[in-house]
């Protein structure tokens, strides 16, 4: 059984920094699809970051440059860095994986979510 559990989520003053982690566990080896989601009151749920099968790296226009996702194999944990936080980061971060996605960045291709954790960013 596939299980993502999260962490890392908090308050900070913009400007600030977090690191959101996902472990992630129940699937045979490392090859797999993750990404990072976030949802916003009111709002739909968008892609933010996403590591494909292949290692290639995908990043919403409005966090590339200050977002980073990262996944370390050994310990079967995704991360998300944030630096530079800005108010309209506020939201609800989810991380997801599947074994495989069409496209990465689109949150209907994922099968396996993890819990969420809360991010807000104070201005």
């Known amino acids: 059984q596939v299980q993502l559990v999260e962490s890392g989520g908090g308050s900070v003053q913009a400007g600030g920094s977090l690191r959101l982690s996902c472990a992630v566990s129940?699937?045979?080896?490392?090859?797999?699809?993750v990404g990072w989601f976030r949802q916003a009151p009111g709002k739909e749920r968008e892609g933010v970051a996403a590591?494909?099968?292949?290692?290639?790296?995908r990043y919403a226009d409005s966090v590339k440059g200050r977002f980073t996702i990262s996944k370390d194999n050994a310990k079967n944990t995704l991360y998300l860095r944030m630096n530079s936080l800005k108010p309209e980061d506020t939201a609800m971060y989810y991380c997801?994986?599947?074994?495989?996605?069409?496209?990465?960045?689109?949150?209907?291709?994922?099968?396996?979510w993890g819990q969420g954790t809360q991010v807000t960013v104070s201005s």
């Open positions: 997801a994986a599947d074994l495989w996605t069409e496209d990465s960045m689109q949150a209907t291709e994922y099968n396996h």
């Open positions: 590591l494909d099968r292949d290692g290639s790296i």
């Open positions: 129940g699937f045979p080896d490392s090859r797999y699809c």
